[in-house]
């Protein structure tokens, strides 16, 4: 079935540091792929999206672009800051149409310090 | 409201006990999804519901585990004869309809969570 695996975490940072979170999937045909975060205390909230190969999602200086050659969705960011501190989770819903059932990865702890 | 809205945000129960979770989603969204977080995991699919009616109920565990939705808002997850391995943070989701989650405007929108503890 498809699945989702990311690098565990946790991920530790100096501020101003190049933060790559690797995520690799299974699928068959093509899934659309996300990244949530979940930030202490509240609840998930999505990041970016890309919905076809070669496509880049991108919000809050965040990207990551959609590879179906390598079946992967790297998250980076060029300068994380202590608010970026969380946990982040690589997803896609199946192409095989059909509802939005989100698969997840594990999620990847991001600890950044001044 | 304004975000999807889960009571209660903590509980904790004796083994063997009845539990009820309740989720208020977004106002007009008829998608609702439930997941089950347990630590150090991603979320996993439990049911998810267009309208009243429960379209998919393949990711519950057993059977006891039973959700409603009788008025297509509001949901109730109910989990019988609780037992420790039932404790997570059960999340609930609603989108405005159930397809096209790449596409503008149609995200999936998550509550904080209900936190379960099994004694």
């Known amino acids: 079935g498809d699945s989702v695996t990311q690098m565990e975490g946790p991920v530790t940072l100096s501020e101003e540091a190049f933060l790559t979170i690797n995520c690799t999937y299974t699928a068959t045909g093509y899934p659309s792929l996300f990244w949530y975060v979940q930030y202490p205390g509240e609840g998930l909230q999505l990041l970016l999206k890309a919905t076809k190969a070669d496509d880049k999602g991108s919000n809050k200086g965040f990207e990551a672009t959609y590879r179906k050659e390598t079946t992967s969705f790297h998250l980076e960011k060029g300068s994380v800051q202590v608010s970026d501190s969380a946990v982040y989770f690589c997803a896609l819903t199946p192409f095989s149409g059909g509802y939005n059932k989100l698969i997840f990865g594990a999620g990847t702890r991001l600890a950044v310090h001044p | 409201g304004a975000g999807v809205s889960q009571t209660p945000s903590n509980k904790v129960t004796e083994k063997g006990k009845y539990v009820e979770l309740r989720c208020d989603p977004i106002s007009g969204h008829t998608a609702l999804y439930w997941y089950r977080q347990s630590l150090g995991q991603g979320p996993e699919f439990l049911i998810y519901f267009q309208g009243t009616g429960a379209a998919d109920d393949s990711g519950l565990p057993n059977d006891r585990f039973f959700a409603v939705r009788p008025e297509g808002s509001v949901s109730t997850l109910k989990i019988q004869r609780t037992e420790r391995g039932d404790s997570a943070v059960y999340l609930c989701?609603?989108?405005?309809?159930?397809?096209?989650?790449?596409?503008?405007?149609?995200?999936?929108?998550f509550g904080e969570g209900s936190w379960l503890t099994v004694v």
């Open positions: 989701a609603s989108s405005l309809t159930p397809y096209g989650q790449g596409a503008d405007g149609n995200t999936i929108y």
